[in-house]
């Protein structure tokens, strides 16, 4: 039976609250439940609330697949439950929160090894060039 | 955990079967939750004795990029913090929840209004399907009473019969009953006409009269004597 999206975990006042990703989906195919838990719960504890899913796997369009329930994360976020990075940087590429530094960091890495790559391609192209050119010359 | 555990040995079901089928259990138990498995090695597992001694590299980062990665935490920080607050203002539990025994009590005054109409609403309701229920309760239970005065009656008249026709039989046999007034001659009527019993009876009717017993005719001596 699957569990309902309200979840079966038990709402402890006291306990600290976390939004964070929940790995469902089987091997060599993740798929992720984002969801409100007690911190200290362990993964395979019922969680107290689904509050939307994530799909890291990008599908037959190139996209992937992220929704959200933000109602419930404004209530959850307002009733001081904490929300993990990954969740964090999800959120910011959604437009909920600002765009989370390590997107940014991530981002310009890789910008900056693209260019890397793309500056040695050319490199590689001229010297290859020039060594055409040198054979020609000393050819003639 | 132990003892539910047990207590499901009786249906000869191991635990690994338990906690497979009773995952996600609609009436929830935390002692019947799946295991928690680890992905990594157990806590007091202690480091591989080629990693003892093994100082993990500091990632360098150049000064302006470590700065711009400052910057950019403080102010997603900063954001952050003031969202939250504002989601707080706006969604904590704690400020719907007021404090003040007036506004409480005119709160709880309020819904007992409420309570009360609905109770009416259906005490109304309850009261038309009592009324009927009742009525038609009555109208069976009169029935029912006028059916059984007619069994009464019917059993009164026939009890009223039985008892003419016996009184009519007892008159009719009265005639040869002896009263003070005629036992006198019903007397002299017994003395006068003896009667002799002491005799037997063949299957066809016919008396035998034995030779002890006084003869009165001849022909009943006769018979009697072969």
């Known amino acids: 039976m699957l569990p309902p999206g309200s979840g079966l975990g038990v709402y402890t006042v006291q306990c600290p609250k976390v939004i964070r990703l929940l790995r469902k989906g089987c091997t060599n195919r993740p798929f992720y439940h984002i969801v409100v838990a007690h911190t200290r719960a362990h993964q395979s504890r019922p969680v107290i609330e689904q509050v939307g899913s994530f799909d890291p796997l990008p599908n037959q369009y190139n996209e992937k697949l992220v929704a959200f329930n933000f109602e419930r994360i404004r209530f959850w976020i307002g009733n001081g439950a904490d929300v993990s990075t990954p969740v964090k940087q999800l959120l910011g590429l959604a437009g909920f929160y600002p765009v989370h530094p390590t997107s940014y960091i991530r981002a310009w890495r890789a910008r900056e090894k693209l260019e890397k790559e793309k500056a040695a391609a050319e490199a590689a192209i001229a010297e290859s060039q020039a060594t055409d050119i040198d054979k020609s010359e000393n050819v003639s | ?226």
């Not at chain 2, 409480?104 to 009592?130: G, M, P, Q, S, T």
Request: with cysteine; charged share 35%; net charge positive.
């Open chain 2, 1 to 226: 955990m132990f003892q539910l555990i047990k207590s499901f040995s009786a249906l000869k079901l191991s635990s690994n079967t338990i906690a497979k089928y009773c995952t996600y259990n609609l009436s929830y138990n935390p002692a019947l939750l799946p295991v928690k498995k680890t992905h990594r090695k157990p806590r007091w597992v202690p480091v591989a004795k080629s990693k003892v001694f093994r100082i993990p590299k500091k990632p360098k980062l150049p000064e302006d990029e470590a700065n711009e990665i400052r910057r950019l935490f403080n102010n997603y920080k900063n954001n952050v913090r003031s969202i939250r607050k504002y989601l707080y203002k706006k969604h904590c539990t704690i400020f719907e929840i007021s404090s003040d025994p007036q506004e409480i009590l005119k709160e709880f005054k309020e819904d007992l209004v409420k309570c009360h109409e609905i109770n009416d609403k259906w005490n109304a309701e309850v009261k038309i399907n009592r009324e009927a229920r009742l009525q038609k309760e009555l109208d069976e239970e009169l029935v029912l009473a006028e059916k059984k005065i007619e069994e009464q009656m019917l059993r009164e008249e026939e009890m009223y019969a039985f008892t003419e026709e016996l009184v009519r039989k007892q008159k009719e046999a009265s005639i040869s009953f002896i009263t003070p007034e005629n036992i006198d001659a019903i007397i002299d009527k017994a003395l006068a006409e003896e009667t002799d019993y002491n005799f037997a009876i063949y299957p066809n009717g016919e008396k035998i009269i034995g030779k002890k017993t006084r003869p009165t005719q001849e022909t009943e001596k006769v018979v009697g004597a072969q």
